[in-house]
């Protein structure tokens, strides 16, 4: 058996590939299949001629998502170059598809997304899904090759990173209380102390009511620790992963970016180091483009796609106002009212994708901001363990697996980035 991806080595060599048919044509003594086998898609083309009997009426019994096997003979396009297929010599079908409910019409999303686990063999959703799939290789690649430690980090956790009123809460066993990790940074800062660098990848959930395009219930983060690392080094570390990511994207998914019509000429532009701002900056920026944003405000969505339409790079914003950032942030020593942590947000308007900040290391300092927040003392006790025994300056941030493939992709809506989304009004199929 070989695959379509590889057919470019394999002209006029006969091969055997097993897939779906997504589409079928016929016209008189030829029908044109229209294949993929998961690795690429190509045409095979059954003359009526070349073929026995019985290919020739499998070949005409196939239905739009048979599956079927085909051998043939690899052949360059005539017409297009770079596209290969195949010239059928035996087909046969593995099972005959009933009418596919998704049409070469116009579909509302609503539909699709009922529709998810069939959508899925759409090639533009083939191509989002391997797109991500590129991203999350390239992050453990260059992880393992800067000495991070891939540690994985409770799912269940009594306690939050930020408090509790955006999870999801659960009975642990009818006595107590948990819940569905939203990250799992104060995991990972435990075994930073053991490791150096630490890094975690998974699932993570948010209960928040909010039916943005940037938002999922259930999502996927990279959470990655580091000691004897400050904010500068954190932006640094940052920022060399994502120009990583990019050119290996860039590099192994062209297919997939021609299939998605994705501009490449944005991501083409990215360099290194990526700009840098404050806090106080970004909010003069916004105002003087019309955001009524005040100084002691977060950035919003719409603060987000506005600053980031005026580079061609990514944007770090750093130094945001204590009040509005977490109470594990480090206060910076120049102005005690703001703390060192960045957000990273992505060009052409794609807004955050990254965030991170030094931790607070010393245990008076934490203990104080724990107080500050209301957060229950006694379920941070471990985690102010980490103060009292060999603490040292280190710094973490996370990034978003899903808003980073909608901006590469260059496709609209975070939804379409994970195979079956959960959203605040969605939880099947």
């Known amino acids: 058996?070989?695959?379509?991806?590889?057919?470019?080595?394999?002209?006029?060599?006969?091969?055997?590939?097993?897939?779906?048919?997504?589409?079928?044509?016929?016209?008189?003594?030829?029908?044109?299949?229209?294949?993929?086998?998961?690795?690429?898609?190509?045409?095979?083309?059954?003359?009526?001629?070349?073929?026995?009997?019985?290919?020739?009426?499998?070949?005409?019994a196939l239905t739009i998502e048979s599956s079927c096997i085909v051998t043939g003979v690899v052949?360059?396009?005539?017409?297009?170059?770079?596209?290969?297929?195949?010239?059928?010599?035996?087909?046969e079908a593995v099972q005959i598809a009933a009418e596919y409910p998704i049409g070469k019409k116009e579909h509302g999303p609503d539909f699709l997304l009922d529709q998810?686990?069939?959508?899925?063999r759409v090639p533009t959703q083939w191509a989002i899904q391997r797109v991500r799939n590129e991203i999350i290789y390239a992050t453990y690649d260059w992880m393992r090759d800067h000495g991070f430690v891939k540690i994985d980090t409770p799912i269940l956790t009594p306690n939050a990173c930020e408090g509790t009123t955006e999870l999801f809460e659960i009975d642990y066993f009818g006595d107590r209380k948990a819940y569905l990790a939203q990250s799992g940074q104060l995991y990972l800062e435990a075994a930073i102390r053991s490791f150096g660098r630490c890094f975690d990848f998974g699932p993570v959930f948010r209960a928040e009511k909010s039916k943005t395009r940037r938002h999922l219930t259930e999502f996927w983060m990279m959470d990655a620790e580091a000691a004897f690392v400050d904010h500068q080094g954190n932006m640094e570390i940052q920022e060399r992963l994502i120009m990583f990511i990019v050119?290996?994207?860039?590099?192994?998914?062209?297919?997939?970016?021609?299939?998605?019509?994705?501009?490449?000429?944005?991501?083409k532009k990215i360099k290194l180091p990526f700009v840098r701002m404050t806090h106080a900056d970004a909010v003069k920026t916004l105002r003087e483009l019309g955001s009524d944003i005040k100084p002691g405000d977060d950035l919003g969505a719409d603060d987000e796609t506005l600053l980031t339409k005026q580079y061609d790079q990514p944007i770090f914003v750093e130094k945001y106002p204590a009040a509005v950032k977490a109470?594990?942030?480090?206060?910076?020593?120049?102005?005690?009212?703001?703390?060192?942590?960045?957000?990273?947000?992505?060009?052409?308007?794609?807004?955050?994708?990254?965030?991170?900040?030094?931790?607070?290391?010393?245990?008076?300092?934490?203990?104080?901001?724990?107080?500050?927040?209301?957060?229950?003392?006694?379920?941070?006790?471990?985690?102010?363990?980490?103060?009292?025994?060999?603490?040292?300056?280190?710094?973490g941030f996370g990034y978003g697996l899903e808003r980073i493939t909608t901006w590469i992709c260059g496709i609209h809506h975070v939804r379409e980035t994970i195979p079956f989304p959960r959203l605040m009004n969605r939880l099947e199929p």
């Not at 998961?38 to 005409?60: H, I, L, N, P, Y």
């Not at 052949?75 to 087909?91: F, N, S, T």
């Open 1 to 60: 058996m070989s695959f379509i991806k590889d057919f470019p080595s394999l002209i006029d060599q006969s091969v055997t590939i097993k897939g779906w048919a997504y589409n079928v044509r016929s016209s008189g003594s030829l029908v044109f299949l229209q294949m993929r086998d998961g690795s690429g898609f190509t045409q095979a083309v059954v003359s009526k001629q070349r073929v026995d009997e019985a290919s020739w009426q499998a070949a005409m």
């Open 75 to 91: 052949q360059a396009h005539p017409k297009q170059a770079g596209v290969y297929e195949l010239q059928a010599d035996q087909v």
């Open 116 to 120: 998810r686990h069939l959508w899925l």
């Open 247 to 267: 050119e290996r994207v860039l590099k192994n998914c062209q297919p997939e970016l021609v299939i998605l019509e994705r501009s490449q000429e944005p991501l």
């Open 327 to 395: 109470f594990y942030m480090k206060r910076s020593p120049e102005d005690p009212e703001r703390v060192l942590c960045s957000d990273l947000l992505a060009p052409e308007g794609y807004g955050e994708i990254s965030g991170g900040s030094q931790r607070e290391d010393d245990y008076d300092r934490l203990l104080a901001r724990i107080r500050e927040h209301h957060l229950p003392e006694q379920a941070f006790q471990w985690y102010l363990d980490l103060r009292r025994y060999g603490s040292v300056p280190s710094s």
